[in-house]
């Protein structure tokens, strides 16, 4: 059989790069050469998916169900866009995914798994490397979409204390670090420390630590905070209070929804 690596790695290039189109031509040129390349496929399927091509993604998708019958990532795909189908949803399109985006900063930034996670019509969009948004709420802070979309919430710990940061000037922008139905995690990074708040550590290894320090210096009554919201487009624009009308926008999602997206 012809040597592929070559090939193997232009593809990978390719959708590093946000080429998708080319990606896709390339890995077509692989799965003529071995038609049974599960990579190739897999990566046939994602890159159609960045491009909204939902239809051809499920076909490469089922291709590489039949030569790993029990693959666990192909499987979850699947399931993600019979959602998209059912609901006529656009997939949210992947930035390039800059390497350096997910590296750890100790005490800047924070991986964090999603809590109370939005309806499944919300989560197939979500894409790896996209831009969300903080919207601090009086008992927690969520995690939104351009849209204003609900995604999750973060932890009770690390919701009180990025609480306190927010209301004193701090700004953090948010990725999606990975996403599936069920469970998302982001990437949290400090953009820009509020002048209050510059003894002290956003993501220290203790959460709990300076807490009540914190909230004592700073006079924040978490149980009273007003909503806001931090915006990711614009890092300089710091959190506004919203309104009444505003503060219904972002409820969270309606309940009959969730029951009708939950699991049998």
């Known amino acids: 059989m012809k040597d592929i690596s070559d090939l193997e790695n232009k593809a990978i290039n390719s959708a590093m790069n946000g080429n998708w189109t080319e990606a896709i031509e390339i890995n077509e040129n692989i799965v003529k050469i071995d038609k049974k390349n599960i990579e190739a496929y897999l990566r046939l399927g994602f890159s159609n998916l960045q491009i909204n091509k939902i239809r051809k993604a ?4 089922l291709k590489a169900l039949k030569i790993q019958p029990n693959n666990i990532s192909v499987k979850k795909n699947l399931e993600r866009i019979k959602i998209l189908e059912s609901k006529k949803l656009n997939y949210s399109n992947s930035p390039p995914v800059d390497p ?8 800047k930034t924070k991986t964090v798994s999603l809590v109370n996670c939005g309806p499944k019509s919300v989560l197939a969009k979500l894409a790896v490397g ?3 948004f903080l919207v601090n709420k009086k008992r927690r802070v969520e995690i939104r979409t351009e849209n204003k979309e609900y995604a999750g919430c973060l932890p009770d710990d690390i919701s009180k204390r990025l609480a306190i ?9 948010v990725y999606i670090k990975e996403t599936s139905l069920k469970n998302t995690t982001v990437l949290i990074k400090e953009e820009k420390k509020g002048a209050k708040m510059t003894k002290y550590v956003a993501f220290p290894s203790n959460l709990n ?8 210096s ?14 990711l487009l614009d890092l300089e624009k710091l959190a ?8 219904k926008e972002y409820l969270p999602f309606d309940h009959e929804e969730k029951n009708e997206d939950a699991e049998d």
């Open 218 to 231: 700073t006079g924040d009554d978490i149980g009273d905070e007003d909503t806001e919201e931090i915006s």
């Open 130 to 132: 996209q831009k969300v």
């Open 240 to 247: 506004e209070n919203l309104n009444s009308n505003e503060e």
């Open 209 to 216: 630590i300076n807490l009540s320090q914190m909230e004592n």
């Open 165 to 173: 940061f927010i209301k004193n000037g701090g700004v953090f922008s």
């Open 58 to 61: 499920k076909e490469y998708y």
């Open 100 to 107: 350096l985006l997910f590296v750890d900063i100790p005490g």
